[in-house]
């Protein structure tokens, strides 16, 4: 017998006991586990990958106790010990090196369950560290939006311009002026029961439109938004946000005067200030599209 089967034999462990250069996937792992693991999302492989390191990191403290009582059977086993480390507690180390990120990260219903389920402050550290379109290559900065994370007013543009690509937050130009005065004449106030974001959270370049794509990316962000804060009512900055958000080509002229519904909140639609600048004579027509989304508000029970 030899001098490691001996020491194994002193232990009374010699079963338990596997060589650490095993393959990376032991048989006893199920192929089935596997692929159930690569369809985790990224979320759970996080989830997995914690409870994995916990598991690591106990297999390291039984392999340290083990260690001890071997010095004491054997003190001069200390060589034989660094070969070996338990069978069990080395599996889930091999689940995790298996899950492939780029499946993971690609597959769109799992990013968008794993944003729906962001709470503030990692929607928007995901929202700031984005790559998942090609804007982010343009941007100074995201934009996240801005306001009262318990508004009962929420208001929705299309994208940051320039300045508010510099500045990080929606609506700073002159339209964010006229904006604010918009907000003002139904006595309501940036940050006060009101927040404001936009479709995209990133300056498309030269202020061009919107691609699907982009709109596809950045969806799930502005749907969390409201999904947290959960406002009274909605109003849409704008053909592109509205189309966008209603999911519709219905132009602009006949989205505004109704009030339509996303995920059971109120929305009014109405012109985007930018628009407004340039055509004058709508600002009357905005402001029956205020009084309309007030009137929608103090229908839904609201406080102001
Ligand atoms: N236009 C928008 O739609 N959003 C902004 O933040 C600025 C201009």
């Known amino acids: 017998m030899s001098r490691r089967a001996r020491f194994l034999e002193v232990l009374g462990i010699a079963d338990e006991w596997v060589l650490r250069r095993a393959p990376l996937l032991p048989e006893a792992v199920e192929p089935s586990a596997v692929a159930a693991l690569a369809e985790a999302s990224a979320d759970d492989a996080a989830v997995i990958e914690d409870t994995a390191s916990r598991e690591v990191a106990q297999a390291a403290?039984?392999?340290?106790?083990?260690?001890?009582?071997?010095?004491?059977v054997a003190p001069d086993a200390g060589s034989l010990q660094t070969d070996m480390e338990p069978a069990a507690p080395a599996q889930p180390e091999v689940a995790v090196a298996r899950i492939p990120a780029e499946p993971v990260l690609a597959d769109t219903d799992a990013r968008e369950a794993v944003i729906a389920r962001l709470e503030w402050a990692a929607l928007e550290q995901r929202v700031r560290g984005c790559t998942d379109c090609q804007l982010c290559h343009g941007r100074t900065q995201t934009?996240?939006?801005?306001?009262?994370?318990?508004?009962?007013w929420m208001l929705v543009g299309e994208?940051?311009?320039?300045?508010e690509d510099l500045q990080g937050e929606p609506f700073v130009g002159q339209a964010g002026k006229l904006l604010d005065n918009m907000l003002a004449a139904v006595g309501l106030a940036r940050g006060r029961n009101v927040f404001i974001a936009n479709v995209l959270k990133c300056r498309p370049p030269g202020n061009r439109n919107p691609e699907p794509e982009e709109v596809a990316q950045c969806e799930p962000y502005l749907r969390r938004q409201i999904a947290l804060i959960q406002p009274k009512l909605i109003v849409v900055l704008g053909r592109f946000a509205a189309q966008s958000l209603l999911r519709t080509t219905t132009p602009i002229g006949k989205l505004r005067g109704t009030v339509h519904s996303y995920e059971g909140i109120p929305v009014v639609v109405t012109y985007h200030p930018a628009y407004l600048l340039r055509t004058l004579s709508d600002k009357a027509r905005a402001w029956e599209d205020l009084c309309l989304a007030r009137e929608v508000h103090a229908r839904a029970g609201a406080k102001a």
Request: charged share 25%; glycine share 12%; proline share 4%.
């Open 143 to 152: 934009v996240f939006g801005v306001g009262d994370r318990q508004a009962e």
């Open 159 to 163: 994208a940051p311009g320039e300045n």
């Open 61 to 72: 403290m039984a392999e340290a106790s083990v260690e001890a009582a071997w010095a004491e």
